[in-house]
C-alpha cells in the first residue's frame, strides 16, 4: 500500500469561510461619516433697504468675550437657553392676521407675533471660544427642533417618527424615492410652520 | 502508464493555495471598509466640541474640509501656539481661504459645484474670531453652505 498517499485536504469549502468572515466584517464594520450643524452663511451684497423689524420680534443673543451668555440684555446659564427659546418662539402674540393658531406659548404681547416673524439674532465677541458658540448654536437649533417634532407629531401622527428622525430619513439615500417625495411635503409644511429665521451678526471688533 | 508512476512517486500531495487569494481579498476588502481615508495629515489640534442637533455629512465629494487648531505639540516651535488655519497639508492664513474654496470648487464636477458645502472642523478651543475671518472669506467666494463638524454629544460636554 505504499503507494497510496494522504489524501488531499479539501480546500472547496475555504471561499466559502472567506466570503462568511468578509460578509460579517461588512456588516459590522461602520464607515465613519462626519456629522455636524449645517449653517448657510449670508450672500455678500449688502441689502440696501433693510425691512424694520419690531424689537419684540426679536430674540437677541449675545455671547461675551468672558463666554457669558447674555438674552435680551440678562445673564443667562447655557442650560436655560433652549426653553427660553422656546417659549419665545411659540409665543403667538400676534392679532388678527398675524395671530398664531397652532402656538402653545403664552401670547405674550410683548415678545413674538408668531414663529413667522420671531427673529433669533445671535452675536458673539471675537475673544468667545468656539466651542462655546457651538453650544449655542446646538441649544437654538435643539429649539427649533423641539418645536417642530411636536407639530410633526400633531399632524402626521401616522408617521410614527418626529421631525428629526423623519428628517434623517428623508436625506438617508437607502430611502425609496417615493417614501421621499411624500415625505418632503411634510417636512417642508412643517418648516413653512416654525422656519429657522437665525441671524448672525459680524462679531464688534472692538472690546 | 504513466498515471501509475506518479502515484508511486511517494511524495507528499502539495497543499492546494486556491484558497489564498480568498483570504487576501478577504483581508483587502476588510482594510478597504474598515479604514477612514484622511488625506489631510493634521498638523493641529483638533478636538471638535459636541453637539447633538447634528445632520450627517455623507456624500464626501461634495465636501471642502477647513481645518483650524493650535498647532500641534511637534509644531508648536515653529509656528507658535496662536490658533491657526490647516488648507490641505499646509498652514495658511485667512487671506488664502478664498483662494483654495476656488481651486477645490474647480477641481470638481461641474454638476457639484453648487451643491458643495465647506466643513469647518475647527478645535474647541479656537477663539471666534479666527472663524469670523474664515467666514467674512467664504462669503466673499460665495461657497454659503458650511458645516461646523462636532463630536456627538450634549453642551454640557464642551466645558
Known amino acids: 500500500m505504499g503507494r497510496r498517499s494522504a489524501p488531499e485536504v479539501n480546500a472547496g469549502s475555504m471561499a466559502d469561510i472567506a466570503f462568511l468572515l468578509l460578509i460579517f466584517f461588512l456588516v459590522t464594520t461602520t464607515i465613519e461619516t462626519d456629522s455636524g450643524i449645517n449653517r448657510k452663511l449670508p450672500p455678500m451684497e449688502e441689502i440696501i433697504d433693510p425691512p424694520i423689524i419690531k424689537e419684540r420680534n426679536i430674540f437677541t443673543v449675545v455671547v461675551n468675550k468672558n463666554n457669558q451668555i447674555l438674552v435680551e440684555e440678562k445673564l443667562m446659564e447655557l442650560r436655560n437657553l433652549r426653553s427660553e427659546a422656546v417659549s419665545f418662539l411659540d409665543n403667538g402674540g400676534g392679532l388678527a392676521e398675524e395671530a398664531c393658531n397652532y402656538c402653545q406659548g403664552s401670547k405674550d404681547r410683548s415678545s413674538s407675533d408668531n414663529p413667522d416673524k420671531a427673529i433669533i439674532s445671535l452675536k458673539n465677541d471675537r475673544e468667545t471660544d468656539y466651542k462655546v458658540y457651538i453650544s449655542v448654536q446646538n441649544e437654538l437649533v435643539a429649539a427649533y427642533n423641539e418645536l417642530r417634532n411636536r407639530e410633526f407629531m400633531r399632524l402626521y401622527p401616522q408617521e410614527n417618527m418626529d421631525y428629526v428622525q423623519a428628517d434623517r430619513k428623508y436625506t438617508d439615500p437607502r430611502t425609496d424615492k417615493k417614501v421621499k417625495d411624500k415625505l418632503k411635503e411634510k417636512l417642508s409644511v412643517i418648516k413653512l410652520m416654525y422656519p429657522m429665521k437665525l441671524s448672525e451678526a459680524e462679531p464688534n471688533k472692538t472690546s | ?159
Do not use: H, W
Request: charged content about 25%.
Open chain 2, 1 to 159: 502508464m504513466s498515471k501509475f508512476k506518479k502515484k508511486g512517486s511517494g511524495e507528499l500531495p502539495k497543499i492546494s493555495t486556491a484558497s489564498l487569494p480568498d483570504i487576501v481579498f478577504m483581508l483587502l476588502f476588510f482594510f478597504m471598509v474598515a479604514t477612514v481615508l484622511r488625506d489631510n495629515t493634521l498638523m493641529i489640534q483638533n478636538t471638535l466640541p459636541a453637539a447633538d442637533q447634528i445632520q450627517k455629512l455623507d456624500k464626501k465629494d461634495r465636501v471642502i474640509y477647513i481645518y483650524a487648531g493650535k498647532p500641534s505639540a511637534r509644531y508648536q516651535d515653529k509656528y507658535g501656539n496662536q490658533p491657526r488655519i490647516q488648507l490641505n497639508d499646509k498652514f495658511a492664513t485667512v487671506g488664502d481661504v478664498g483662494a483654495y474654496i476656488l481651486a477645490e470648487r474647480a477641481s470638481k464636477r461641474e454638476e457639484l459645484q453648487n451643491v458643495l458645502t465647506t466643513a469647518l472642523k475647527v478645535d474647541g478651543e479656537t477663539k471666534m474670531g479666527l472663524i469670523s475671518d474664515i467666514k467674512q472669506e467664504l462669503r466673499k467666494v460665495n461657497a454659503l453652505k458650511i458645516n461646523y463638524t462636532t463630536r456627538i454629544g450634549d453642551f454640557t460636554q464642551n466645558n
